[in-house]
Every structure is written in structure tokens, then in C-alpha cells.
């Protein structure tokens, strides 16, 4: 007799557990998070047949993986918030650089594809072996931080199969640096920038790096012709 009260008693409480998991819709879902490129319509569409279940029902990890295949997110959390609420953290990507003709790359370096690319034509772009997007992040960022000083800014930079590197300045510059020490040749170049002054540098169409001891240079058709005798005397009587 006590084992068949038991076995009632258990069917009781499974069809109660089951009652209750099956009568605990879920009525709320709070989006989170600062959009630019994601609309929380999209969200919304996205999420609607994924969280018409009962709360205990609600596939979390299964609702983040769908949400973190989208191409503008970075990372995204699901969590039950009792009684009947799913809360959804969404962090969008930052794009950083454009990467080719039609690709972005994320602050993180992750490869975003966006649809239309027009509204990003403003960031400068970087080309570089495929697979290597990280690392020619890295390089591009290390760079950048070698010309801020000089109040130069990258429009373009490529790293080509072999890894030889070559910068476009915003100011239409271009920097070539090879395969090899390119970090200390374009320091080497920046430290005769104050020996040249502002006005021959600007003349200049494009700096050849790729030389041991030194490098070449390329002017614009309009330069006018340098004076090279007087260049160290006046970096002398401006000290």
C-alpha cells in the first residue's frame, strides 16, 4: 500500500513539474545593449520563435548562438530571470579598418561583412594575406602609433604575400618599407622630417625605404627644387 501512495505521489509531483514547465510562458525579454548597426527590430524577429516556450523550456545557449552568428555581434549572454523574463546582452562590433574592397575589421580584429560599405569609406583600409587579419591589425596599430607624433595619418596600409609593407598617407604620401626592419626604417625617415620641414616633406610623392643605409625619394610633378646646402644650416640657427 505505501508503494502504491509513493508512485502516486511521484505521478503527482512529475504532473506538476510538468504543469508547471509548460504553464510558465515567457512574457518579458529585455534586450540589452547600445546599437549603431543592429536594429532591435531584427532582434526582435530573430528572437520571436525562439522564446514562444515556457520559461523553463527557453534553449539559452541555443538563443546566443543564433544571436552571436550575426556579422555585427561581438558577443552576446542569455539569462532566466524568474518568473517569466529572458534578459539578452548584446555587444555590438566596432569597426576599426576597412578590410579590402568590401570587408570591415573589428577593434578586436574580428572580419565583419556589411552589406552596403559606403557608410564606412571613411576609414582607412588595409589590405593584407588572408587569415592575417589580426596580425596585420597589429601592424598597422604599431604604425599609427609611429606617426601620430608627426600628425600623420594612414589612409591606407598593405602587407602583400611576402610581407613587404607599403603606407598611404592621408596627405597622398606614399611609404615604402619592404620586408624586413620596417619598423626602424620608418623611424629612420621621421627623424630627418624636421630636417626636411613641412614644405619639402608635403613636395614629396613617394619615400622609398627598402634601402640598408638610407632611402629614395619620388617628388610631385609641382615640387619646387630644394636646396639641399642650406637644409642643416637652417635646422642649426632654428635650435
Same mark, same amino acid.
Given at each position: 500500500? #505505501?508503494?502504491?501512495?509513493?508512485?502516486?505521489?511521484?505521478?503527482?509531483?512529475?504532473?506538476?513539474?510538468?504543469? /508547471?514547465?509548460?504553464? !510558465?510562458?515567457?512574457?518579458?525579454? #529585455?534586450?540589452?545593449?547600445?546599437?549603431?548597426?543592429?536594429?532591435?527590430?531584427?532582434?526582435?524577429?530573430?528572437?520571436?520563435?525562439?522564446?514562444? !516556450? +515556457?520559461?523553463?523550456?527557453?534553449? /539559452?545557449?541555443?538563443?546566443?548562438?543564433?544571436? +552571436?552568428? =550575426?556579422?555585427? /555581434? %561581438?558577443?552576446?549572454?542569455?539569462?532566466?530571470?524568474?518568473?517569466?523574463?529572458? *534578459?539578452?546582452?548584446?555587444?555590438?562590433?566596432?569597426?576599426?579598418?576597412?578590410?579590402?574592397?568590401?570587408?570591415?575589421?573589428?577593434?578586436?580584429?574580428?572580419?565583419?561583412?556589411?552589406?552596403?560599405?559606403?557608410?564606412?569609406?571613411?576609414?582607412?583600409?588595409?589590405?593584407?594575406?588572408?587569415?592575417?587579419?589580426?596580425?596585420?591589425?597589429?601592424?598597422?596599430?604599431?604604425?599609427?602609433?609611429?606617426?601620430?607624433?608627426?600628425?600623420?595619418?594612414?589612409?591606407?596600409?598593405?602587407?602583400? %604575400? #611576402?610581407?613587404?609593407?607599403?603606407?598611404?598617407?592621408?596627405?597622398?604620401?606614399?611609404? =615604402?618599407?619592404?620586408?624586413?626592419?620596417?619598423?626602424?626604417?620608418?623611424? #629612420?625617415?621621421?627623424?630627418?622630417?624636421?630636417?626636411?620641414?613641412?614644405?619639402?616633406?608635403?613636395?614629396?610623392?613617394?619615400?622609398?625605404?627598402?634601402?640598408?643605409?638610407?632611402?629614395?625619394?619620388?617628388?610631385?610633378?609641382?615640387?619646387?627644387?630644394?636646396?639641399?646646402?642650406? =637644409?642643416?644650416?637652417?635646422? *642649426?640657427?632654428?635650435?
Amino acid at each position: 500500500m #505505501r508503494l502504491v501512495k509513493f508512485i502516486i505521489l511521484m505521478a503527482l509531483f512529475a504532473s506538476m513539474v510538468y504543469a /508547471v514547465k509548460n504553464f !510558465v510562458p515567457i512574457k518579458h525579454v #529585455r534586450v540589452q545593449g547600445t546599437f549603431t548597426q543592429i536594429s532591435k527590430d531584427e532582434i526582435k524577429t530573430l528572437l520571436e520563435p525562439l522564446v514562444k !516556450v +515556457s520559461f523553463f523550456d527557453a534553449n /539559452v545557449q541555443g538563443i546566443k548562438e543564433v544571436l +552571436s552568428a =550575426l556579422s555585427w /555581434v %561581438d558577443s552576446a549572454s542569455v539569462n532566466r530571470v524568474w518568473p517569466d523574463t529572458l *534578459t539578452v546582452k548584446i555587444n555590438e562590433k566596432t569597426p576599426y579598418v576597412r578590410w579590402g574592397k568590401t570587408g570591415l575589421i573589428s577593434t578586436h580584429g574580428l572580419i565583419i561583412t556589411p552589406e552596403d560599405i559606403t557608410p564606412f569609406m571613411h576609414l582607412p583600409i588595409l589590405y593584407g594575406p588572408e587569415g592575417q587579419e589580426i596580425k596585420s591589425l597589429e601592424i598597422m596599430k604599431g604604425v599609427s602609433t609611429a606617426l601620430v607624433d608627426q600628425s600623420m595619418q594612414i589612409a591606407e596600409f598593405s602587407i602583400n %604575400d #611576402r610581407w613587404a609593407w607599403k603606407i598611404k598617407l592621408s596627405s597622398g604620401l606614399e611609404i =615604402l618599407l619592404g620586408r624586413s626592419e620596417q619598423l626602424k626604417k620608418l623611424q #629612420r625617415f621621421i627623424k630627418t622630417i624636421d630636417v626636411l620641414g613641412a614644405e619639402q616633406v608635403n613636395a614629396i610623392s613617394i619615400v622609398d625605404l627598402r634601402y640598408p643605409n638610407g632611402y629614395a625619394v619620388s617628388w610631385k610633378s609641382d615640387a619646387q627644387p630644394i636646396d639641399w646646402k642650406i =637644409l642643416p644650416a637652417a635646422q *642649426t640657427a632654428n635650435k
